[in-house]
């Protein structure tokens, strides 16, 4: 009896009607739907019927609160990069009402976006979190009805059967190198040394790259900068500790090399390039920096060594002849006393 409900008496069935599954299985099935609001236990009574004699007994029956049913998703734009804002429009229905909708992307490293409602409609702006992975993702919906009863939705029921929510096509973007660095001895410097003759000068070459993806590698040319018969081969960079570099995993990726005098002064022109998790690569038109090459002697020290420290020379010859000269006047005005 299920008059409360406002199916008034409902028969059940134990020979494969009504949702039964097995005949003469002594379990017996009715197959109900209910469209009313009221939910909670619900007395029932159950009446039975056999050859000779007819009982009842209470039945206590729960009710859920049906959860609000998400109708359309929109996103404008479908396809966007991390970081970006991304206008979304939703439409939901409920029994007891929609009380709030909102875009849940917590668990991406997100924040929880309340939508405001205007004639039925929920709108409004999220910025994609970096970390939301690339490609076609599932937006999380978070739709709380009037009575609180919330849900995630991911389906959207267009003709009353759920079918998949649209997708947001998150991009991939390519690594990206922040800076470009040489560095002699341990140290930062404007320019490459190239030598006059003897022996090369050792350089080390720095790249900071960066991706919210992780970086895979990261390659350089380095044209006349490179072994004899590597000028236009990729070579690796090294982010371990290795080869130069100096905190392994710190996003700063290296390479050494060793100039030789026959180069010449002037620019010239190296590419460095990286390629995330996901294979996407620097694209070549950011790959391109201009490298300073001057001459130097073997030494490394940019020139004669007399040239750069002319001026403290002089200064130290002139502070010599003026103590030779103080000196001997004080000895002169000495020996004239003593006479």
């Known amino acids: 009896d299920l008059t409360r409900m406002g199916l008034g008496i409902v028969e059940l069935s134990d020979s494969g009607l009504f949702g039964d599954y097995t005949i003469h299985d002594d379990i017996w099935t009715a197959l109900i739907v209910y ?3 009221e939910y909670g236990l619900m007395d029932v009574t159950v009446g039975m019927q056999d050859f000779w004699v007819y009982v009842e007994e209470g039945a206590a029956l729960e009710v859920t609160n049906a959860a609000p049913r998400m109708m359309s998703l929109v996103f404008t734009p479908e396809s966007v990069p991390r970081g970006d804002s991304v206008e979304v429009r939703i439409t939901a229905v409920d029994g007891h009402g929609i009380e709030s909708i909102g875009i849940d992307l917590l668990s991406a490293g997100g924040e929880l976006t309340p939508l405001t409602e205007s004639d039925g409609v929920w709108s409004g702006q999220f910025t994609v979190p970096y970390g939301m992975a690339p490609g076609e993702r599932i937006v999380p919906v978070r739709i709380t009805d009037g009575e609180g009863e919330s849900i995630m939705a991911e389906h959207v029921h267009r003709d009353g059967y759920p079918e998949d929510a649209p997708l947001l096509t998150i991009v991939n973007e390519a690594p990206w190198i922040n800076s470009v660095s040489v560095l002699r001895d341990g140290e930062q410097v404007e320019a490459i040394h190239v030598p006059e003759s003897g022996d090369t000068i050792t350089h080390t070459l720095e790249a900071t790259i960066e991706d919210p993806d ?7 040319r380095i044209g006349r900068l490179a072994p004899i ?11 371990d500790g290795t080869g130069g570099d100096r905190l392994s995993g710190d996003g700063v990726y290296t390479i050494q090399f060793d100039v030789r005098s026959s180069l010449p002064e002037g620019n010239i022109t190296i590419q460095i390039r990286a390629t995330d998790t996901y294979q996407s690569m620097t694209p070549d038109s950011l790959q391109s920096h201009i490298l300073q090459l001057v001459k130097t002697d073997s030494g490394g020290g940019g020139g004669s060594w007399i040239c750069d420290n002319a001026t403290t020379l002089v200064l130290v010859v ?5 103590a030779l000269g103080i000196t001997a006047v004080a000895v002169s005005l000495r020996n004239s006393e003593l006479e």
């Open 35 to 37: 469209d009313g609001l």
């Open 214 to 220: 992780g970086v895979s590698s990261a390659q350089a």
């Open 229 to 239: 018969g590597s000028s236009d081969k990729w070579l690796l960079m090294a982010d």
């Open 318 to 322: 002139l502070g010599l002849l003026m």
